[in-house]
Nanobody
Framework: VQLQASGGGLVQAGGSLKLSCAAS????????MGWFRQAPGKEHEFVAG????????YYADSVKGRFTISRDNAKNMVYLEMNSLKPEDTAIYYC????????????????WGKGTQVTVSS
């Protein structure tokens, strides 16, 4: 499956952004989807995940209550709505797909998309 993320940009602290990820080349509903991020000089970090049906979602503690992951299986899309953004949210954000279940471990990800840069200014 191929993944293409979009929607990144520059925003002031306290602002909002919505990332989108378009999937192609596979049966979208067969994949659990997620978002990871990587800040400069740091490892990949789990942000959020959603199960194949969309009924269950998971979040890193650092974004819980501020970010919302969702998916539209009819459109082969997954979204990450980010509110109350902080400078520490600055990173490249990656859309991911897994054949079985949501994973919070970068080594467990089956498919990575190209990232989209999110920069939050203070």
């Amino acid at each position: 499956v191929q993944l293409q993320a979009s929607g990144g940009g520059l925003v002031q602290a306290g602002g909002s952004l919505k990332l989108s990820c378009a999937a192609s080349g596979g049966t979208f509903g067969n994949y659990a989807m997620g978002w990871f991020r990587q800040a400069p000089g740091k490892e990949h970090e789990f942000v959020a995940g959603v199960t194949k049906s969309g009924t269950s979602t998971y979040y890193a503690d650092s974004v819980k209550g501020r970010f919302t992951i969702s998916r539209d299986n009819a459109k082969n899309m997954v979204y990450l709505e980010m509110n109350s953004l902080k400078p520490e949210d600055t990173a490249i954000y990656y859309c991911t797909a897994n054949r079985f279940t949501v994973t919070a471990t970068p080594s467990g990800v089956d498919y990575w998309g190209k990232g989209t840069q999110v920069t939050v200014s203070s």
